[in-house]
């Protein structure tokens, strides 16, 4: 079924299904009957993980979230709006009640579900279990062969291997880390997402956060020369903090609106993006009465209480 957003920009419908993303500006709605719900959130389920990357920001304080207030969220969210949740961490697939949570979203509520994995834990039954359930898969493949394992820690082959139990099963992504190493095998690696049907290949320069360091400018003047230059089938997209630094006509697509986007941590923590240090506890009053001190706190939004 589709959903519908008002706001400023229009009339917004989404279909999880189809994919379609259709935004109607000719029409603005009254500020009265404006959506208040962030489009999309990411939720870190657990911090648990089993690599040890090393651009690595993710929190490693052991935290995980509880299945039945997941359940309570994604509920809520899709009431107030909201159009999709994706699952991180630490690990997603590290998370107990992985499968469980993902056909409940699946069957309860209309939200799109996706989830950002390294992919190493995928099984033929995992992948049997999550074609019916989630929208989409990210996973993350920093460099190919020798500098993806210098950085992930694992095998290249195996990552190939768990490609070709996802290919043609589940829409995926790759989510490409882009340094000074990595920055050279993006042909190659957007090869490889091609030969195994990936949809879209997103690119995100390193960021000073964790373990990670800023990416240098030479290595964005590659980048921004590859893109430039990419003929392939492969949709780019680019993480919002570079869609500037990136000269690519039409613009690659980014996520731009203050209060389009929102992440919840694993301690459950509402903030507006993952590298926030600060937040707003999710408590008994829910996700969206969250939401609301959090963009009133910030000032970001004229106060809606
Ligand atoms: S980057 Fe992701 S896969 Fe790598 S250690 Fe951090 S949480 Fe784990």
Not at 30 to 38: E, G, K, L, N
């Amino acid at each position: 079924m589709s959903k519908v957003r008002l706001g400023p920009d229009g009339v917004h419908i989404f279909d999880r299904d189809s994919g379609s993303n259709v935004l109607l500006d000719e029409i603005v709605p009254p500020r009265d009957r404006w959506t208040f719900s962030p489009r999309q959130v990411s939720i870190a389920l657990t911090n648990a993980c089993d690599l040890e990357c090393t651009h690595c920001y993710a929190a490693k304080t052991p935290a995980t979230l509880s299945f039945e207030s997941l359940k309570q969220w994604m509920l809520e969210l899709d009431s107030a709006g909201c159009f999709g949740v994706g699952f991180g961490g630490g690990e997603p697939m590290l998370y107990p009640k992985i499968r469980e949570l993902c056909q409940f979203g699946r069957a309860n509520t209309n939200l799109a579900i996706t989830m950002t994995s390294h992919g190493h834990r995928l099984s033929a039954s995992l992948v049997d279990s999550l074609k019916s359930s989630i929208n989409f898969l990210r996973i993350s493949m920093d460099g190919v062969h020798r500098n993806y394992e210098n950085i992930r820690g694992r095998p290249f082959p195996t990552l190939l291997e768990k490609l070709r139990l996802i290919k043609g099963e589940i829409p995926f992504g790759i989510n490409y880390v882009v340094n000074e190493i990595t920055v050279n095998d993006l042909t190659k690696a957007a090869e490889i997402a091609e030969e195994f049907q990936a949809r879209e290949f997103l690119l995100l320069p390193e960021e000073a956060h964790g373990r990670g360091s800023v990416v240098a400018e030479k290595t964005l003047n590659t980048l921004s020369n590859w893109v430039d230059s990419y003929r392939g089938s492969l949709q780019l997209s680019i993480s919002s903090l570079h869609s500037e630094l990136i000269r690519h006509e039409p613009p690659l697509p980014n996520e731009v609106e203050e209060i389009a986007f929102a992440h919840i941590d694993a301690n459950g923590i509402l903030k507006r993006c993952s590298f926030d240090f600060s937040g707003q506890l999710i408590d008994d009053e829910g996700v969206i009465s969250a939401f609301k001190k959090l963009v009133n706190r910030r000032g970001r939004h004229e106060n809606l209480e």
